[in-house]
């Protein structure tokens, strides 16, 4: 079946660094990847909608210039958190669709990567 | 857009008995359902899923049941095992694919 892989699985940075997650669809073209954001016994929160070759798409209150989105290619996605602070601290997942038989939009699955844990410190 | 609620928000029960867990969502136009299951420290995995127009579907332990006129579907699993222990999600996707998930409930199977 459809993997997504993310890397790196942790990560522990210092304050004001900036730190860059890369989403990969293994064995699938994505044209459309979502990056999610999750805190501790908490839901997912949908940050953005990352679009191969154009703008991501970021949920109302997400600072687009504080999470940089790329998605230069149909099998990979990188979120960039910038200058991260303490705050930034936390689980970020990133998904794919997945084409169902014949490519019907109707039949799309979403497919999540392992999650991302940052820690700033 | 559409709002997915869930319940309960956390469930135990003894192995070998049932759990159930139920989601209700509010835009008639959804058309998908997935059960998404997440362990500790990992991302969430697509344990079964339901198209509306379909009202039951079955994989082994693990069913779920869609009510398309009151808008909930639920999450049926028989005879827990303690593996069964996780964070369980539910979703609705809309015609224009967005995805809305519930809140979660978390799972302890007591040995």
């Known amino acids: 079946g459809a993997v997504v892989s993310q890397h790196p699985s942790w990560v522990i940075c210092k304050s004001g660094t900036s730190v860059k997650i890369e989403c990969r669809s293994l064995d699938f073209q994505a044209t459309t990847m979502f990056w999610y954001r999750q805190f501790p016994k908490q839901s997912l929160m949908l940050m953005a909608t990352?679009?191969?070759?154009?703008?991501?798409?970021?949920e109302q209150g997400v600072e687009k210039d504080k999470f940089l989105i790329n998605h230069a290619s149909l099998t990979l996605s990188t979120l960039t958190v910038t200058s991260a602070h303490p705050e930034d601290s936390s689980f970020y997942i990133c998904?794919?669709?997945?084409?169902?038989?014949?490519?019907?939009?109707?039949?799309?699955?979403?497919?999540f990567g392992a999650g991302s844990r940052l820690t700033v410190l | 857009g559409e709002n997915v609620e869930q319940h309960p928000s956390t469930l135990s029960v003894q192995e070998g008995d049932s759990a159930v867990i139920k989601c209700t969502y509010s835009?008639?136009?959804?058309?998908?359902f997935p059960w998404y299951k997440q362990e500790l420290g990992k991302g969430p995995q697509l344990i079964i899923d339901?198209?509306?127009?379909?009202g039951e579907k079955k994989d082994q332990r693990i069913a779920v049941t869609l009510n398309k006129t009151a808008k909930h579907f639920s999450l049926h699993i028989t005879e827990t095992q303690p593996e069964d222990s996780a964070v369980y999600f539910c979703a609705a996707r809309k015609v224009s694919n967005q995805f809305y998930f519930g809140t979660g409930t978390s799972l302890t199977v007591i040995p």
């Open positions: 835009d008639s136009a959804s058309n998908y």
């Open positions: 998904s794919a669709r997945v084409n169902g038989p014949s490519g019907r939009s109707g039949a799309n699955v979403l497919t």
């Open positions: 339901i198209r509306s127009n379909v």
């Open positions: 990352s679009n191969e070759g154009s703008k991501a798409t970021y």
